[in-house]
């Protein structure tokens, strides 16, 4: 096995050697220009990085040169068209370095990262470039678009935030803190990804299937050590722990927003966000976590009588009580005792083929678009990747989308949706369309490569194609504006909502037929299906919403202690003040909190709690008029999904809707009220 990859090595190296083009600074002739990933190697990365920055920097340098008075579209405008060839490089480059990671590519992003950092710091603290920005800022604005007013006012308020109006010595500083910062989070993620295989080396099951495995493992004192070691990652005292690498990020931050004249990093961060400050969502938090945690107390009482029917069969000694490592099996005897739900019946019947041509279908009958696979373009993955063109109702390109919905070695645990092109209007007027990845961990398909998917890996592969779907059909003409470029507390909205679709009656019978027979899910099945989603959101409720707080209350810290015991201490410390119960952890520990410390997520997980109460509140008006009313769905599409971040979210909201978002369809619909 070792020899072959020798091999394979040398004949990269030789081919290397022999006159190879670097395609990231070619002109890309492939079908829908598709990166050309079958002729990139690892070597072309860092050149073509370097290539980028350098051109970005001189486009800049011509837009400040220019001796016009800046106008919108000598400056503004000129800087959105600025970038393409970086934007090219980290287009592929951020999408294979999570699904299919290797030592080439953890030393590229190493060596890239501070780079990119460098180089963006550069860009925010151009003192010429803002004087120019904020001279069309502080002009009359009346004859800009709405998109254009929303674009001006982000590129000045994203100068401001980045210090441009410090002196000289607290620049240099934010400079050094942006780099240090993203070398450190990025060596946290890199820890998390070792810790997690770490994991599976030991115990034969990734992170994504622990919570399958929980379900399923009888063996009591088996689940308790996966429990202690799926909760300890990045926490074990070896050369992958985050906890004082965590701290220093935590620390790093709160200078930051300290030298921006904050006395949080919450706030710093929230200032441009949909809910603007840390007492909104402390506030917000509260009132979830205060029914979810009471919900979930009755849920103990329920799985405790169960407990107490294995203690008098003599399988639990006398007096033994549901400790965390109890709650996914004990949920699950629970769950089938009272809503008879079993998994093995229902997973026939979600066959990951059939549950996507679901998901297109769905977008089909509200949006009108359709979708046709591409069989021979280029893919950066030809064993797990599926590419698919989507065309309005009229024909037009709406753009490219590809599935990789299985889990491999290489890729990082969960799901999400990647731009490896971004919608924008280029320089010539063309409407450049995007290219978007819906990544999963769903079930791995059998020897006869069939997938079979869990009720859970449905509602998942729906939220992120609601994600693409927001990439997808935007109409935007600046980049920075388009597609999911949106307030991060409003990005999980469109995801969510899409996730409404999944178990709807008259699409469950377009899809959800029986792999074997093609016998479409039994009408009691779905209700059984409808029912088991209220069950256990006691639980799934509190451990979203206790990581959202844990998230919250470290980057309100307004001094971080230089002592790795602390992240425990913390940690005990809020939960208690948020009334968490022994029985639930947080979703995410601090050492393990990817969202947080690499993923853009800082002071902003409770987006997805945040997100839920619109989305359902905007579903609420859907079932109102009929749940697939097309010209509802059509106006829908016009103000969210077409508009991305052109416009403030909740102006757009509120002229949807004819009102603020309301929390008690949220609650209603997890059973919290
Ligand atoms: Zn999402």
Redesign the pocket.
């Known amino acids: 096995m070792k020899k072959t990859i020798v091999i394979v090595a040398a004949a990269m190296a030789l081919s290397a050697c022999a006159s190879h083009q670097n395609p990231f600074l070619t002109e890309w002739d492939t079908p829908y220009g598709i990166p050309p990933f079958d002729k990139i190697e690892y070597a072309d990365y860092i050149p073509a990085i370097k290539e980028g920055i350098k051109q970005q920097q001189a486009e800049v340098d011509a837009i400040i040169a220019n001796p016009e008075p800046a106008t919108f579209e000598n400056t503004i405008a000129a800087y959105e068209l600025t970038g393409e060839l970086l934007a090219k490089v980290t287009g592929v480059l951020y999408n294979v370095s999570e699904t299919d990671n290797c030592p080439e590519l953890e030393a590229i992003i190493e060596e890239a990262t501070p780079l990119m950092s460098e180089h963006s710091s550069n860009l925010g603290l151009n003192k010429a470039l803002y004087e120019r920005v904020a001279a069309v800022y502080n002009a009359d604005q009346s004859a800009l678009t709405e998109e254009q007013k929303t674009v001006l006012k982000k590129m000045y308020d994203d100068f401001v935030q980045g210090g441009i109006a410090l002196d000289e010595a607290s620049q240099a500083r934010i400079r050094e803190i942006d780099a240090e910062m993203a070398a450190k989070t990025n060596k946290i993620g890199n820890n998390i990804l070792a810790e997690s295989n770490a994991f599976k080396a030991k115990f034969g099951i990734s992170v994504s299937a622990y919570p399958t495995a929980m379900t399923t493992t009888e063996d009591r004192a088996l689940r308790e050590e996966m429990f202690k070691a799926y909760s300890s990652r990045g926490h074990n005292a070896n050369e992958n722990d985050n906890r004082k690498l965590a701290l220093e990020v935590l620390r790093l931050r709160l200078e930051k927003a300290k030298i921006m004249g904050f006395s949080n990093s919450a706030d710093f961060i929230l200032q441009n966000k949909m809910a603007h400050d840390h007492e909104t969502v402390d506030a917000f938090l509260d009132g979830i976590i205060k029914a979810s945690v009471a919900k979930a107390k009755e849920e103990i009482v329920d799985m405790q009588a169960i407990m107490d029917e294995d203690i008098k069969a003599g399988l639990l000694p006398e007096g033994t009580k549901i400790q965390p490592w109890d709650w996914w099996y004990y949920a699950e005897k629970v769950r089938k005792a009272k809503y008879d739900l079993d998994e093995d019946i229902t997973k026939p019947y979600f066959e990951a083929g059939n549950v996507r041509k679901g998901i297109f279908e769905a977008a089909h009958r509200l949006y009108g678009i359709s979708f046709e696979e591409l069989a021979d373009v280029p893919s950066y993955n030809k064993d797990f990747v599926q590419t698919f063109k989507i065309t309005d109702a009229d024909g037009s390109l709406i753009g490219i989308f590809t599935t990789d919905y299985f889990p491999r070695d290489s890729k990082r645990g969960g799901?999400?949706?990647n731009n490896i092109r971004e919608q924008k209007v280029d320089a010539e007027g063309n409407d450049i369309r995007p290219i978007i990845v819906n990544v999963g961990n769903f079930t791995s398909p059998d020897e006869n490569g069939v997938s079979l998917l869990t009720v859970d890996n449905v509602e998942t592969a729906f939220?992120?194609f609601?994600?693409a779907l927001h990439g997808l059909l935007t109409k935007c003409h600046y980049p920075s504006v388009s597609g999911t470029n949106v307030a991060r507390d409003f990005?999980?909205t469109f995801?969510?909502f899409n996730e409404n679709w999944a178990f709807q009656p008259e699409l469950l019978s377009f899809y959800a037929k029986h792999y074997q027979t093609g016998e479409v899910i039994p009408q009691e099945l779905v209700e059984k299906i409808i029912a088991a989603s209220k069950f256990n959101q006691g639980f799934m409720t509190t451990e979203l919403c206790a990581a959202s707080i844990l998230d919250m209350k470290w980057h309100e810290l307004t001094e971080i202690p230089d002592d790795e015991n602390f992240v425990d201490e913390f940690e005990a410390k809020v939960c208690a003040e948020m009334g968490l119960i022994d029985e639930i952890i947080p979703r995410y520990r601090t050492t393990y909190f990817n969202h947080i410390f690499s993923s853009g997520y800082a002071a902003g997980y409770y987006g997805?709690l945040w997100a839920e109460v619109i989305d359902k509140d905007a579903f609420d008006y859907f079932e109102q008029n009929g749940t697939w009313n097309v010209e509802l769905a059509k106006s829908f599409r016009e103000t969210f999904l077409e508009k991305g971040g052109s416009v403030e979210p909740m102006k757009l909201y509120t002229g949807w809707r004819g009102q603020e978002p309301d929390s008690k369809p949220f609650l209603k619909g997890r059973g919290l009220l």
Do not use: K, N, R, T
């Open positions: 799901a999400w949706m939220h992120e609601g994600h990005v999980e995801s969510q997805y």
